[in-house]
């Protein structure tokens, strides 16, 4: 059964997944955190960078992973997932520079980056953190739905649906990157504590999708984290509104 917690709205929804950061780093200060980017995270990246520039929490012994970045973008192209996080939580916040980690999408062998990724994950002892969104089709991370699954860092395909969501952060269309490379379900399910956050009615029926499941199921990839003992699942009345025992 996962744990939902309905906040009033999106600043609510924010401050409360930027709270859970801190209150991780507060027990651990060396904190291995691996962060989304997209529309959702911003409010809770902005409050956490408030929060570091307050100095009211302290980055500086914290590790910071992407959990995806778009093929083949430099890291200084304003769409890429890294300039992402730059832009809204690094630039402000005082996490050394050599403790963000993000896959090197235009390394000559993507398969070797990919297992190079992944070891670094190990190599810091897995993810203490892990911060989700969530697609409309239930991704977490790039995980879109398919029969099965790889545990560790990939290359995966895109869904139409997904290059469609994204596509509002383009100009056109066509720029939409059509492969990343995701961290795997594993790695995801191996962190000692998940939050997912959602806000907005255009995430109400995947909410309702992900409250009603009760088994796993590839092809709703959110489904996985059913088999996570501390998933907690911050969403906002907009999306909880399909969820007649959360409103
Ligand atoms: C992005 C990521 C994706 C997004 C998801 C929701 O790093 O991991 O799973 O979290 O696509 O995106 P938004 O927040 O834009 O609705």
Same mark, same amino acid.
């Given at each position: 059964?996962?744990?939902?917690?309905?906040?009033?709205?999106?600043?609510?929804?924010?401050?409360?997944?930027?709270? /859970?950061?801190?209150?991780?780093?507060?027990?651990?200060?060396?904190?291995?955190?691996?962060?989304?980017?997209?529309?959702?995270?911003?409010?809770?990246?902005?409050?956490?960078? /408030?929060?570091?520039?307050?100095?009211?929490?302290?980055?500086?012994?914290?590790?910071?992973?992407?959990?995806?970045?778009?093929?083949?973008?430099?890291?200084?192209?304003?769409?890429?997932?890294?300039?992402?996080?730059? @832009?809204?939580?690094?630039?402000?916040?005082?996490?050394?520079?050599?403790? /963000?980690?993000? $896959? !090197?999408?235009?390394?000559? !062998?993507?398969?070797?980056?990919?297992?190079?990724?992944?070891?670094?994950?190990? &190599?810091?002892? &897995?993810? &203490?953190?892990? *911060?989700?969104?969530?697609?409309?089709?239930? @991704?977490?991370?790039?995980?879109? $739905?398919?029969?099965?699954?790889? $545990?560790?860092? @990939?290359?995966?395909?895109?869904?139409?649906?997904?290059?469609?969501?994204?596509?509002?952060?383009?100009? @056109? /269309?066509?720029? *939409?990157?059509?492969?990343?490379?995701?961290?795997?379900?594993?790695?995801?399910?191996?962190?000692?504590?998940?939050?997912?956050?959602?806000?907005?009615?255009?995430?109400?029926?995947?909410?309702?999708?992900?409250?009603?499941?009760?088994? *796993?199921?590839?092809?709703?990839?959110?489904?996985?984290?059913?088999?996570?003992?501390?998933?907690?699942?911050?969403?906002?009345?907009?999306?909880?509104?399909?969820?007649?025992?959360?409103?």
């Amino acid at each position: 059964m996962l744990n939902f917690t309905v906040t009033e709205n999106y600043d609510a929804m924010s401050a409360l997944a930027a709270w /859970r950061v801190a209150k991780a780093l507060e027990r651990k200060p060396e904190l291995v955190m691996t962060l989304p980017t997209g529309g959702t995270p911003i409010g809770m990246l902005q409050e956490m960078s /408030r929060m570091a520039q307050q100095k009211k929490v302290d980055f500086s012994q914290a590790y910071s992973f992407n959990i995806d970045e778009y093929i083949p973008l430099k890291k200084e192209d304003p769409q890429s997932y890294y300039w992402f996080l730059d @832009h809204y939580f690094y630039q402000h916040a005082n996490l050394p520079v050599e403790n /963000r980690f993000v $896959p !090197d999408v235009l390394a000559d !062998d993507l398969l070797t980056e990919c297992a190079r990724y992944e070891q670094a994950i190990v &190599d810091h002892g &897995d993810f &203490d953190l892990t *911060v989700l969104g969530i697609g409309h089709d239930g @991704h977490i991370g790039f995980n879109e $739905p398919h029969a099965t699954h790889s $545990p560790v860092c @990939h290359i995966i395909d895109l869904n139409e649906e997904t290059i469609e969501a994204n596509a509002r952060f383009f100009t @056109h /269309r066509e720029e *939409v990157p059509r492969q990343a490379i995701t961290l795997g379900m594993g790695t995801i399910l191996k962190s000692k504590e998940i939050v997912l956050i959602a806000n907005g009615l255009s995430k109400a029926q995947v909410m309702k999708q992900l409250f009603d499941c009760k088994r *796993v199921d590839p092809l709703f990839p959110a489904s996985f984290l059913l088999l996570h003992p501390d998933v907690t699942i911050i969403c906002d009345q907009e999306a909880a509104s399909l969820i007649p025992s959360l409103r």
